[in-house]
């Protein structure tokens, strides 16, 4: 039961006290033709991708724009991937809008941590 302890000791992330080796791959599910973020797809995609990961023996997604869908995030973590989520990844954006994207997920068990933009190099 309860939410998972996550903790940074020196240069070791920690859940419940145990070190994770993280093994993740950033995933932008866009079909071949697509543009982001208009072809974004995370239901659509989550099933099939989320296996295959599974199989190559992924256990974390790094993503460019937020998952906020709970289905999304429940497939993920029945299949043991921990997801690093991307909030605010345009600096333009104003940053009040990632309040309630990260209330809408805080507490799902498979949120490790969050990332704060993307290639600001390019805004």
Known sequence: GGAA?????????LVDGRPIHLKGVAWNPVKKGGRHP???DFLGTVARDAELMAQAGINAVRTYSTITDRRVLDALWARGIWVVNGLYSYGGTPASSVVGKVNAVKDHPSILMWTIGNEWNYN
């Open 38 to 40: 208009d072809g974004l």
């Open 5 to 13: 302890r996550i903790e940074v000791r020196g240069r070791q992330l």
